[in-house]
């Protein structure tokens, strides 16, 4: 079946960085884009970017710009998601996300989701 | 990008209908029609109960249902059961983006 899994918890310094995977199973890892998602502790959701595991391409939403650095490995269908300069208002469970396909009409969504990755960032 | 704008909480008793707005701009909801609602309950993973304003994925019950009305995107639970108890989330396309509205806890009496 299909099935997103993330790294485990980690507790980071600030000014650290932390680099979080989420390998795919299931389904063509190339053929859908992966979109990565934050929750804060008890926050909303904030979308953070997207990446096409094809080609590499990404787009990150503007408040992490020079922050995150998403990245994809198709040997093992893993994708990864960095974040650099750490602070604390950066503590959140971190989610991948697909992005459905065009042909199954949920091609703006994220149709499968992962575990979640727990960030804390504490000195 | 702005987050989206809904009521911090709704509430409804077993049985009842409630509904959820999603308020935004002319850039995302009232732009596009690719809005979506997602559900999470307490430490799980949010799961797609809506797409593209009022389509809903197999598997998710037939007493869920969404629409839209210019800058406002309602999700609407008829029959409320325990179950449904949970966080609602709205989230919109915008520009290569994507933006979630803020969350609405959502309890049944």
């Given at each position: 079946?299909?099935?997103l899994v993330q790294?485990?918890a980690e507790?980071k310094?600030?000014g650290?960085s932390?680099?979080v ?11 859908y884009y992966m979109h990565?998602v934050?929750?804060?502790?008890g ?8 990446i ?8 990150y939403a503007?408040k992490?710009?020079?922050?995150i650095t ?9 994708v ?6 750490l602070r604390?208002?950066?503590t959140a469970?971190y989610?991948?996300a697909?992005?459905?396909s065009?042909s199954?009409?949920y091609?703006?969504?994220?149709d ?12 | 990008q ?11 008793s ?10 935004g701009?002319s ?5 596009y029609?690719?809005?979506s609602?997602?559900?999470q309950?307490?430490v799980k993973?949010?799961?797609l109960m809506i ?5 809903r994925?197999s598997g998710?019950s ?9 800058n ?5 639970i008829?029959?409320?059961q325990a179950?449904d108890?949970?966080d609602?989330?709205c989230s ?6 994507w933006v979630?509205?803020g969350?609405?806890?959502?309890t049944?009496l």
């Open positions: 079946q299909v099935q790294s485990g507790v310094k600030p650290a932390v680099k995977s989420c390998k795919a199973s299931g389904y063509t890892f190339t053929s990565w934050r929750q804060a502790p926050q909303g959701l904030e979308w953070m970017g997207i096409n595991p094809s080609g590499g391409s990404t787009t503007q992490f710009q020079g922050r998403m990245t994809r490995d198709t040997s093992t269908s893993t990864y998601m960095e974040v650099s300069s604390s208002e950066d469970v989610y991948c697909r992005r459905g065009s199954s009409g091609y703006y969504v994220m499968v989701w992962g575990q979640g990755t727990t960030v804390t960032v504490s000195s | 702005s987050a989206l704008t809904q009521p911090a909480s709704v509430s409804g077993p049985g009842q209908s409630i509904t959820i707005s999603c308020t701009t850039s995302d909801v009232g732009g029609n690719y809005v609602w997602y559900q309950h307490p993973a949010p799961k797409y593209d304003v009022s389509n994925p998710v037939n007493r869920f249902s969404g629409s839209k009305s210019g406002t995107a309602s999700l609407t008829s029959g409320l179950e108890e949970a609602y989330y919109s396309y915008t520009s290569s983006n979630f509205g969350g609405t806890k959502l049944v």
